[in-house]
């Protein structure tokens, strides 16, 4: 398909998209026929933004700029569209579990669709740069923020569909734990690490299915913080223990893991870490209470080294903005 550009000299696309938290998989079995399903929340802070306008030639600038000139190249490639200069204007720290990957590969696929006049949506961005294909919460981020559940991955292939997507509420808080010189699996040794795990036991994948449909989901729509992390932590802990060999422990950082315990000796709701980390997270009620804690970590020898910072819930999903210049327009379109 050959494309020429409506796009004048000028002219460009902005896109923000959020991070989100990959909060565990359901069903490592896949003995219902789909595997994986997973839970997540779209956040508002680390997030990706980037501006895309017609060039000359390819160039990118900012941080990941690299990875962002790599999808770009390879999306014009696969739809025939010209170059493009990039300006990556914020980005989700790569590697850390917090979705970076995705969501950059989204807001340049559909940055580059707002550009040109293509009808193409985040999901088919997914499938052309190969991303979610184990989970849908990236995609459902994107789309939509707030709180996610995917169906797990269809054999016949395609990202896997969110079944549920839900506000999640604008007072509670995550306290996340991050560790700059560290980094989570991904790539290749993300590939051997699932190939080397044994068998996921269907007997604890039904019960994780039972305990998100009749306790964690329930529990978003009720507002109730107990009942609700108790879920999540266990949920996180069961398969954190089954990832520990891949991954050194529970969680994958040891720094990571004793600040999470001290938050949790100060009553946090849940405990987990996002996708492989190595940034862990702990759930409270209150925004004063998480900052007031950040705030005390800090000061403590095992918050020393780490990133700490309590976000909320991110209830929107990405927002893409057509800014004509040459017109004197903006149209902005909040997804």
């Not at 190939?195 to 039904?206: D, G």
């Amino acid at each position: 398909m050959i494309v020429t550009p409506r796009s004048a000299t000028g002219t460009q696309v902005v896109v923000q998209a959020p991070a989100r938290l990959h909060m565990g998989f359901l069903d490592l079995n896949g003995g219902m026929g789909r595997r994986f399903g997973s839970l997540g929340v779209a956040l508002d802070a680390f997030r990706t933004r980037v501006a895309i306008a017609p060039s000359h030639d390819f160039n990118a600038t900012g941080p990941d700029a690299a990875r962002a000139l790599r999808y770009a190249r390879a999306l014009c490639a696969r739809l025939a569209l010209p170059p493009v200069a990039i300006r990556v204007e914020a980005a989700i720290p790569p590697h850390v579990g917090l979705g970076s990957g995705t969501q950059l590969a989204l807001a340049i696929g559909v940055g580059l669709a707002r550009l040109h006049g293509l009808d193409l949506e985040a999901r088919a961005v997914a499938e052309l740069t190969e991303r979610g294909a184990r989970s849908g919460i990236g995609v459902g981020a994107f789309e939509q923020g707030g709180f996610v559940l995917d169906g797990g991955r269809n054999p016949a292939g395609g990202t896997p569909p969110v079944v549920l997507r839900a506000e999640f509420p604008d007072a509670w808080r995550f306290i996340l734990v991050l560790d700059a010189q560290a980094s989570g699996l991904h790539g290749v040794d993300e590939l051997e690490a699932f190939a080397r795990l044994p068998p996921f036991p269907a007997e604890r994948a039904a019960h994780l299915c039972r305990l998100v449909l009749m306790r964690l989901l329930p529990a978003l729509i009720e507002r109730d913080l107990a009942t609700f992390g108790a879920a999540v932590t266990e949920l996180q802990a069961t398969v954190g223990d089954y990832f520990a060999p891949a991954q050194g422990g529970r969680f994958a950082n040891p720094a990571v893991a004793r600040a999470l315990a001290w938050l949790g000796d100060r009553g946090a709701a849940a405990l987990g870490q996002s996708s492989w980390g190595p940034t862990g997270f702990a759930l409270f009620g209150d925004p004063d209470e998480a900052a007031a804690l950040v705030d005390r970590l800090r000061r403590e020898p095992i918050g020393r080294g780490l990133r700490l910072e309590a976000v909320g819930a991110c209830n929107r999903g990405a927002a893409v903005e057509l800014i004509e210049r040459h017109a004197g327009a903006r149209r902005g379109v909040q997804r």
